[in-house]
């Protein structure tokens, strides 16, 4: 009898701590509280306009207006460093390089500014590799500047842009002068690489899903080389609006010329929670794989309130560049070694509580007009939020599944609700449990913040340990239990509980897509099935190219108007469907020409 039940207390614990090896969009970094906004009163967390790098085998992650950056030797986790010595104000849309030991760093700008380099940045040492890159003629910049070295050639090469009146520029950088502009008058060392053509590239129009007829922007520039062609990239067409992505131009040298890549945009997410994925940077992992970084937009507090968003990237047999969003913001594995797909690294854990029943400890009472009640935390919009009555230790947040499932993580995303917080100092930090429950009665707490060191988590995503038998957790009731954040309030715009259901996929469903006349255009029409969570509509140049996905909740309309397209361009798409247990196959292609 004593055996048995040591058995099967050993079946039931759980290491207080394992090794996470998934990440979850937005990504869990501790985002600081920016203070551009002081003058006016309004406090929020944000990033935006990332740079990822990999140097000597480890990450470091530049965002503008931080403060400092983010280093991590697994792309996990992520600490915040402080450098020793900073440039004349805090950086927007910092450019960042890795060349051989040396790292660097070069801020946005339209004055006369210092490139800073370092060999240390895990500890924040900078110094300085000039004192003053050459001011350029009024309104060119360089803003949201990249640095470039081709390793081929030994040249140095920048570009920037961030307009929609200028296009991207480039130019030649000479490293015997301290990386200042080649040539003898920095007026004359640039030259355009290409503006954005609305006209023709349906995606390049401004708006929610292109609908506005304001003039786009282009900015984020970086360039990545690959097999001998030198892939320019590009974000457009505005950082507040979901269809924010990256294109690319491809040219056979680093100036160009540079032609129209006819598969654009390269990273696309309008659909979903974390929507927007543009204005990042191209990268390589320790192992050789090709990942992409971005921005995705709030905007409630302030219109430039942000998060940041990594996918995986990689070049087809055609050398074509793509970036997979599909399930962009559901859990994925980080890779483990070289080669690895997207659907390999995609988890397969779905989302479990979407729409699903909250109910809150406490309310705040607020103004009628104010919508701040648990249920919005299952909506799958960032823009909606629950505030808690106080911000005291033992506030819940439960989510009814409806059946029971296989936890396997959660994402706990904060919102800053009338908050007076300018700068993340030492009380600026995140605390809570999750506890997880078959009936509602019996709990048992599955993930404890409380035992890791203070940090900030405004995204924070808690992968769930196995049993000791090496099965999930299975529960049907999940529930924030909270600890600790600063400021008066606590506010969550989204619980998210990610595992498999132990039912079945919904079906395979069936679309129709029909080009308009206005051929950046295509309306798009779907069957739902029965037991449908959501879709995915999946479309490419090729019937083996689908790399763009547009996700659709299952209560959503069943048609759209798609208008993201380039003229000239053949398209193909299929759709899947998904819920709690699973996705379903891939229907059959269909052409829109």
């Known amino acids: 009898m ?6 099967l207390l050993l079946l039931t614990i759980r290491p207080a701590t394992a090794q996470q090896r998934t990440y979850c969009n937005p990504m869990d970094i501790s985002y600081r509280y920016n203070f551009e906004q002081l003058n006016e009163g309004v406090s929020y967390r944000s990033g935006a306009d990332p740079v990822l790098i990999s140097h000597k085998n480890e990450y470091y992650l530049f965002v503008t ?21 900073w440039p004349m104000e805090d950086m927007c849309a910092p450019a960042a390089l890795s060349v051989r030991d040396t790292l660097y760093l070069f801020q946005s700008t339209f004055e006369q500014r210092p490139i800073f380099i370092s060999t240390e940045p895990e500890k924040g040492k900078l110094t300085f590799f000039n004192r003053w890159l050459p001011r350029l003629p009024k309104d060119i910049g360089p803003w ?14 920048m570009y920037w842009g961030s307009s929609n009146v200028y296009p991207i520029f480039g130019a030649e950088l000479d490293k015997s002068r301290n990386l200042t502009y080649a040539g003898n008058n920095p007026a004359e060392a640039y030259k355009a690489m290409f503006w954005l053509d609305p006209y023709k590239h349906g995606w390049e129009r401004f708006g929610p899903n292109h609908s506005d007829p304001f003039k786009p922007f282009v900015e984020g520039a970086w360039m990545t080389k690959y097999k001998d062609k030198y892939y320019l990239q590009y974000g457009a067409p505005g950082t507040e609006y979901n269809v924010y992505g990256n294109g690319t131009y491809v040219g056979k040298g680093p100036l160009g010329p540079f032609e129209y890549a006819p598969y654009n945009p390269i990273a696309y997410k309008p659909g979903g929670f974390a929507t927007g994925c543009g204005h990042g940077n191209t990268f390589q992992d320790n192992y050789g794989n090709y990942w992409n970084t971005g921005t995705t937009w709030i905007g409630v507090n302030w219109p430039m309130e942000r998060r940041i968003v990594m996918n995986p990237a990689g070049f087809d047999k055609d050398d074509q560049l793509f970036v997979s969003t599909r399930f962009g ?29 909250a109910v809150a400890s406490s309310t705040l009472a607020t103004a009628p007009t104010d919508t701040v009640t648990a249920d919005c935390v299952a909506d799958e919009n960032p823009r909606t939020f629950w505030v808690a009555g106080q911000n005291r230790r033992g506030e819940t947040l439960t989510t009814d599944l409806g059946a029971e499932c296989d936890i396997r993580a959660v994402q706990v995303d904060y919102f800053d609700y009338k908050l007076a917080i300018f700068n993340s100092d030492s009380t600026v930090y995140t605390q809570f449990k999750i506890l997880t429950s078959p009936d509602n009665k019996r709990w048992e707490t599955v993930a404890d913040l409380t035992n890791q060191p203070k940090k900030d988590h405004a995204c924070a995503f ?3 340990p196995l049993r000791a038998d090496g099965k999930p957790v299975r529960a049907r009731y999940v529930r924030y239990e909270h600890v600790y954040t600063a400021g008066k309030h606590l506010s969550i715009n989204a619980f998210r509980v ?22 950046r255009n295509a309306d798009l029409i779907w069957k739902k099935v029965p037991g449908s969570m959501g879709y995915n509509i999946r479309w490419g140049i090729a019937p083996d190219k689908l790399y763009q996905t547009y996700q659709f909740w299952g209560d959503a309309p069943n048609q759209f108007e798609l208008r993201a397209l380039n003229v000239g361009v053949p398209y193909y798409f299929a759709i899947e469907a998904f819920n709690e247990n699973g996705v379903s196959g891939l229907s059959g292609v269909v052409s829109a020409n």
């Open 462 to 464: 808690v992968e769930i």
């Open 329 to 357: 913001d559901f859990p994925h594995y980080l890779a483990t070694k070289k080669g690895q797909t997207p659907d390999e690294l995609f988890t397969g854990w779905m989302l479990l509580n979407y729409k699903k029943p």
């Open 2 to 7: 004593r055996c048995t039940i040591f058995v």
């Open 144 to 157: 949201d500047p990249a640095l470039f070295h081709d390793d081929d050639t030994d040249k140095w090469y």
């Open 498 to 519: 990610f595992g498999v259901g132990l039912g079945n996929p919904p079906a395979t469903p069936a679309m129709t897509a029909k080009r308009q006349q206005d051929q």
């Open 65 to 85: 207006i931080q403060g400092g950056w983010w280093h991590s030797k697994d792309m996990v986790n992520w600490q915040y460093v402080v450098p020793d010595k």
